[in-house]
Antibody, heavy 121, light 105 residues
Framework: QLQLQESGPGLVKPSETLSLTCTVS??????????WGWIRQSPGRGLELIGS???????YYNPSLKSRLTVSVDTSKNQFSLRLSSVTAADTAVYYC?????????????WGQGTRVTVSS | IVMTQSPATLSVSPGERATLSCRAS??????LAWYQHQPGQAPRLLIY???TRATGVPARFSGSGSGTEFTLTISSLQSEDSAVYYC????????FGGGTKVEIK
C-alpha cells in the first residue's frame, strides 16, 4: 500500500526558505510513470496545487508561485521535495504531498497526512 | 478555472440522502474528482472522471454531471461519512472547490 509522509520545519521566518520533503513508502517513485505533487491548504486560499514533478524530474509549477518555487525528486531516497523562497505570512498553511493518478496532472491519490507550516518571526 | 461548491454546510440524518453540488466557471468536460477529508486524516480520493469510484469506496457514493455542473450523492448517509468534501477539476491547471461540510443530524 503506497504511503506518503511529509517532513520539515513547522516554523519558518519571513523572507527565509521553506523546505519540505515527502517520503514515499510501499512503492517506488522511479519508473512509476506518475507525477508527484505538493498541495497546500490555508483558510484564505483553500486547497491549492503548488507544483508537481515526475520521476524523471519534469516539473509543473503554479504560475503564481513559480518565481519562488523549486520541486525536485530524489529517486535514490524515494523522496521528492519542495523549496519555497522568500516566504511571507501568506505562505502559512498545511502542506500535503500526493501522487497524481497517472502521468498527467489529474486527480490525487494517495495523499500524505499533511504538515503545518507557520511563517512567523 | 474557479470551482464553487454548495452548500457550505449540509446537515443530514443517518440513512438519508446527501446531495452536494460543484460548479465550474467554464466547462471541464468530465475531468472532475471528489475527495473526502476527515479531521486529522489525509484527504481521500472518492471519485474521478465524474463518476468512477476509487478503489475501496462504498457504492453509496456516486458522482454525476458534465461540463460545468456536477453532483456527489451519498445515497444513505452513515455516521462515518461526516467530513468535508471537495471537488477538483483537472481539465486545466488543477483547482479545488471550497468544500462542503457534511454533518450528521
Amino acid at each position: 500500500q503506497l504511503q506518503l509522509q511529509e517532513s520539515g520545519p513547522g516554523l519558518v521566518k519571513p523572507s527565509e526558505t521553506l523546505s519540505l520533503t515527502c517520503t514515499v513508502s510501499g512503492g517506488s517513485i522511479s519508473s512509476s510513470d506518475y507525477y508527484w505533487g505538493w498541495i497546500r491548504q490555508s483558510p484564505g486560499r483553500g486547497l491549492e496545487l503548488i507544483g508537481s514533478v515526475s520521476d524523471r524530474g519534469s516539473t509543473y509549477y503554479n504560475p503564481s508561485l513559480k518565481s519562488r518555487l523549486t520541486v525536485s525528486v530524489d529517486t535514490s531516497k524515494n523522496q521528492f521535495s519542495l523549496r519555497l523562497s522568500s516566504v511571507t505570512a501568506a505562505d502559512t498553511a498545511v502542506y500535503y504531498c500526493a501522487r497524481h493518478g497517472s502521468m498527467t496532472l489529474n486527480w490525487f491519490d494517495p495523499w500524505g497526512q499533511g504538515t503545518r507550516v507557520t511563517v512567523s518571526s | 478555472i474557479v470551482m464553487t461548491q454548495s452548500p457550505a454546510t449540509l446537515s443530514v440524518s443517518p440513512g438519508e440522502r446527501a446531495t452536494l453540488s460543484c460548479r465550474a466557471s467554464q466547462s471541464v468536460r468530465t475531468t472532475l474528482a471528489w475527495y473526502q477529508h476527515q479531521p486529522g486524516q489525509a484527504p481521500r480520493l472518492l471519485i474521478y472522471g465524474v463518476s468512477t469510484r476509487a478503489t475501496g469506496v462504498p457504492a453509496r457514493f456516486s458522482g454525476s454531471g458534465s461540463g460545468t455542473e456536477f453532483t456527489l450523492t451519498i445515497s444513505s448517509l452513515q455516521s462515518e461519512d461526516s467530513a468535508v468534501y471537495y471537488c477538483q477539476q483537472y481539465h486545466d491547471w488543477p483547482t479545488f472547490g471550497g468544500g462542503t461540510k457534511v454533518e450528521i443530524k
